[in-house]
């Protein structure tokens, strides 16, 4: 990984809709009476949303990408004979690019917090928990980005459907306002998906908005999906080998 | 240039009946574009679903709906008619196909930018359109509004093709480009809010370095007639010396191409 080293910084950067949304809230925050919006001045939102596309930086996966191409190819077919499932080789590379991902990223956060004025908190427990919840969020991610991506043992949308599932991701998660932010009702359903733990929590915490017993409950839950996608992707993985099998590969 | 009419129409032919093979592939496109569309609507809706926030830089709900749909059109106008053929640009200079482009009777740079479509993403298009038409409904525009959004959209178009362009020419020395395309679109994304919904360096930064503001906030400006004269005059002379600029990159980098093998 460490070979695709200016690839891996273009890659960060395009990943803006973060940092759109911080400017355009952070902009609305300066205009609005009394230069907030429900507790949020705009250093506030440069808070936030830093720290979302920070975490979203480490939740990062391509698995999908990958097996649309090793399934139309046939390269598939090769790793099959290996003694171990291929899922881990995905799984290993995916956690190298976060290392080489770590410095560059560091820098930016520091220069991007620099000129917006962001403030991250000063409770030390809040990192590692931050990166706890991070590490729990990007397995989920991966295991079930990785059963859409088997999809294409079927169809030859499944890319499309990665893109579906990214928009969920972005939209629950918390990516174009704090959740708290949306209608009351789509908070109901959020709370009972993945995605406010993996991406607005570890925000919220950074950003020294939640608390530890927050972080507590976001992992626990995080660990119930864990094993709903750890199944998940599991039978689609038995059922897809058969299927492809079938076509004679 | 009746020619090159012909061959236009020779290219789409050619390429439309090569996709409608894979019709599954339209229900695949056809969930990208939704994907695209909600998360425009989405950051916009959020924005203004707020209580107390009723407009976003000084545009109403209504007026920056407008540039939401400028900016689905031009991701169509970018997936259906620049990137399929853009994107095969590095693919050429790395097996050498170019030579092919190269030798042909025709202008080149017209023979790499019409050769291929891609129809399947057709529908943004048609949102692009479509919300644009729903604004404006809500808006009073004057015909002479409408003609100017159309006239200065021309102007846009020529500037992302030319960013494009732009772009992919640098795989003549770099092989590989889809990083930069990546980039661009990174960039881009900024343009589904009217450009002064932005902090003000930023906005000289839309406005000045990545003409994004060109693309999405000045036709719907002029849509409502809010546009200054300056700025009216400014887009389409920068497209024509962004047009001039990559042609000169463009002729410069054919003449430094030395096949893949040489």
């Known amino acids: 990984m460490a070979e695709y080293r200016a690839e891996v910084v273009i890659w960060m950067l395009s990943g803006t809709l973060s940092l759109v949304m911080m400017l355009v809230w952070m902009a609305q925050a300066q205009a609005a009476p009394g230069g907030q919006i429900r507790g949020y001045d705009a250093a506030g939102f440069a808070t936030y949303f830093l720290s979302t596309w920070l975490v979203s930086q480490l939740l990062v996966v391509w698995v999908a990408w990958e097996l649309d191409f090793e399934i139309r190819q046939g390269t598939l077919s090769a790793k099959l004979l290996r003694p171990l499932d291929p899922m881990w080789t995905h799984y290993a590379s995916h956690v190298a690019e976060r290392l080489v991902r770590l410095v560059p990223m560091l820098v930016l956060v520091t220069a991007f917090a620099l000129l917006s004025g962001a403030r991250f908190t000063t409770e030390w427990w809040a990192y590692p928990a931050a990166l706890g919840l991070a590490a729990l969020g990007f397995t989920a991610r991966f295991l079930y980005e990785y059963a859409i991506g088997l999809l294409a043992f079927w169809t030859e949308s499944s890319t499309s459907f990665q893109e579906l599932a990214w928009l969920v991701y972005a939209a629950l998660g918390g990516m174009f306002a704090p959740l708290d932010f949306y209608p009351a009702w789509v908070q109901g359903v959020a709370v009972w998906t993945p995605f406010p733990y993996m991406l607005g929590l570890p925000a919220q915490l950074l950003a020294g908005k939640a608390g530890p017993e927050d972080a507590l409950r976001g992992a626990l839950v995080m660990l119930g999906w864990l094993v709903v996608f750890w199944f998940l992707r599991l039978a689609v993985w038995r059922a897809g080998l058969k299927k492809y099998g079938a076509v004679g590969a | ?262």
């Not at chain 2, 989405?42 to 679903?49: A, D, S, T």
């Not at chain 2, 093709?161 to 732009?166: E, G, H, P, T, V």
């Not at chain 2, 002064?196 to 007639?225: D, N």
């Open chain 2, 1 to 262: 240039m009746s020619r090159y009419l012909r061959l236009l129409r020779i290219f789409t032919g050619a390429t439309l009946s090569a996709q409608l093979e894979y019709r599954a592939n339209f229900v695949g496109a056809l969930l990208a574009s939704l994907g695209e569309v909600g998360v425009a609507l989405l950051g916009l809706g959020i924005v203004f679903g707020q209580p107390g926030i009723t407009s976003v830089g000084g545009w109403s709900f209504r007026e920056a709906l407008l540039v939401t749909g400028f900016f689905m059109l031009t991701e169509g106008v970018i997936s259906v008619f620049i990137q399929p053929n853009m994107s095969k640009i590095a693919d050429a200079i790395r097996t050498g196909s170019m030579d092919f482009t190269l030798l042909k009777p025709i202008d080149a740079q017209f023979g790499v930018s019409t050769r291929h479509l891609n129809v399947l993403r057709a529908p943004d298009l048609l949102i692009g359109l479509g919300l644009i038409a729903y604004a404006a409904s809500g808006l009073t525009v004057t015909p002479l509004g409408a003609l100017g959004a159309a006239l200065l959209y021309a102007s846009a178009v020529v500037i992302v093709y030319c960013i494009w362009l732009a772009l992919s020419t640098t795989a003549f020395w770099f092989v590989k480009t889809q990083n930069v395309a990546e980039l661009f679109n990174g960039v881009f994304g900024a343009a589904r809010f009217p450009v002064s919904a932005f902090p003000l360096p930023v906005r000289a930064f839309l406005t000045f370095v990545v003409p994004v503001a060109f693309i999405t906030t000045v036709p719907a400006q002029a849509m409502t007639g809010e546009l200054a004269w300056g700025v009216a005059l400014a887009s389409p002379v920068v497209a024509a010396a962004l047009f001039v600029v990559t042609r000169l990159f463009w002729l410069r980098a054919v003449g430094s191409y030395t096949s893949a093998s040489s």
